[in-house]
């Protein structure tokens, strides 16, 4: 699938993810402007570097409307939602804190992730697949100065391919 990231003006308080899926179907969504990266391309860090399917994307990949899998993927009460989708979007938004913070602290990076697992009934993923927690923060650090150096107008093209 291929993810279109369109920043929008200077002004503008929302930019936009398209994805196009590899039978050439399409979805978009609005993203807010939060001062970092944006939610949607943390989800694209976190579930790339842990080969998640059954994540966020991995739900858009299969043919789910971005509208719909946001909403999957926030259901805290939702015991039909793949565990992967559960720990992506849990680690993600810890990550978005950490962002948030401009700086990488281990501990408030656990305490996050087990406050976001538990709000939705499931342990916390054990993240030593994809270097630990710190790679995947350096990697959306990476990601993050992409996306800022990108003109307003222009698009960053990412391909997301589930394991």
């Given at each position: 699938?291929?993810?279109?990231?369109?920043?929008?003006?200077?002004?503008?308080?929302?930019?936009?993810?398209?994805?196009?899926?590899?039978?050439?179907?399409?979805?978009?969504?609005?993203?807010?402007?939060?001062?970092?990266?944006?939610?949607?391309?943390?989800?694209?860090v976190v579930e790339t570097a842990l080969?998640?399917?059954?994540?966020?994307?991995?739900?858009?990949?299969?043919?789910?409307?971005?509208?719909?899998?946001?909403?999957?993927?926030?259901?805290?009460?939702?015991?039909?939602?793949?565990?992967?989708?559960?720990?992506?979007?849990?680690?993600?938004?810890?990550?978005?804190?950490?962002?948030?913070?401009?700086?990488?602290?281990?501990?408030?990076?656990?305490?996050?992730?087990?406050s976001a697992c538990a709000m939705r009934g499931c342990a916390a993923p054990v993240?030593?697949?994809?270097?630990?927690?710190?790679?995947?923060?350096?990697?959306?650090?990476?990601?993050?100065?992409?996306?800022?150096?990108?003109?307003?107008?222009?698009?960053?093209?990412?391909?997301?391919?589930?394991?």
């Open positions: 699938m291929q993810l279109i990231a369109s920043k929008q003006g200077k002004y503008d308080k929302y930019d936009q993810l398209r994805c196009v899926r590899s039978d050439g179907s399409t979805t978009s969504t609005m993203m807010p402007r939060q001062g970092v990266l944006p939610h949607d391309l943390i989800h694209y080969a998640y399917r059954h994540g966020f994307l991995g739900m858009v990949a299969a043919g789910a409307d971005i509208s719909f899998a946001m909403e999957q993927s926030h259901a805290y009460d939702n015991p039909a939602l793949a565990q992967q989708a559960t720990h992506a979007e849990a680690i993600v938004e810890s990550l978005q804190a950490q962002l948030w913070s401009g700086a990488f602290d281990q501990a408030m990076f656990d305490a996050g992730l087990e993240l030593g697949n994809a270097g630990g927690a710190q790679a995947l923060y350096d990697a959306a650090l990476v990601m993050a100065q992409r996306w800022q150096q990108l003109a307003y107008f222009s698009t960053l093209e990412l391909a997301f391919l589930p394991a």
